[in-house]
């Protein structure tokens, strides 16, 4: 694994100190909490898709996640072991997909969803994988520009996909 990255300062009004590394599995209860809020206030999300999601990460299913070899999940975590962002990455046949990008509300549009795409690619990198993938739902114009902004292409449009919701997949080689 790299270097831990820190971001020190955000872009905007906030002042931060965050380290991003991989979760441990005594992050669990932290990831979980962040994973929970954002789907509370989401308003790209179905409610099949909330509940569906909620089950996905609940305690139990993120010990189990953590300590498999096949996904890793960042973590950026604050000067006071806060967790404010997350990424899944699933890694299978020399591809890796992307999930769960999750950055903390007030944390938001401070360069981390950024940071961490840039850390996702290093890591790709390392473990020699080809090609990065996600999907972000149609409607989610934030994660659709930083997803171009950091060289992915729309490899698909999807429609009437996951619990009915419009997606878009994107990807980009390594
Ligand atoms: C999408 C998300 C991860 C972005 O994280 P972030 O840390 O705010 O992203 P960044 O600060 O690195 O943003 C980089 C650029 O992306 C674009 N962007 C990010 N959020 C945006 C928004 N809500 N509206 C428009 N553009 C946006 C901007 O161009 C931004 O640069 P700028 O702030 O200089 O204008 C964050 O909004 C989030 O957690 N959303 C809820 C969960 C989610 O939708 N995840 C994606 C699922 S695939």
Redesign the pocket.
């Known amino acids: 694994m790299p270097r831990e990255p820190r971001l020190r300062r955000g872009?905007m009004s906030q002042d931060f100190d965050l380290v991003i590394r991989p979760a441990r599995t005594s992050d669990a209860v932290l990831i979980h909490a962040l994973i929970k809020s954002?789907l509370e206030s989401?308003t790209?999300l179905n409610k099949e898709a909330k509940k569906d999601l909620a089950r996905k990460f609940d305690l139990s299913a993120l010990h189990d996640l953590l300590a498999k070899d096949d996904s890793i999940i960042l973590v950026a975590v604050g000067a006071n072991e806060s967790i404010n962002?997350t990424v899944l990455m699933s890694i299978e046949g020399g591809m890796m997909h992307?999930?769960?990008?999750?950055?903390?509300?007030n944390?938001?549009?401070?360069?981390?969803?950024?940071?961490?795409i840039r850390e996702v690619l290093k890591i790709a990198k390392q473990l020699a994988v080809h090609r990065v993938t996600?999907?972000?739902?149609s409607n989610?114009?934030?994660?659709q520009?930083?997803a171009s902004?950091e060289g992915f292409a729309i490899c698909g449009h999807c429609p009437n996909f996951w619990y009915l919701q419009d997606y878009v997949l994107w990807s980009r080689s390594v």
């Open positions: 872009k954002s989401s790209v962002a992307l999930s769960q990008l999750v950055v903390r509300e944390y938001r549009r401070q360069g981390i969803g950024s940071l961490f996600g999907y972000t739902r989610d114009i934030g994660a520009v930083l902004r």
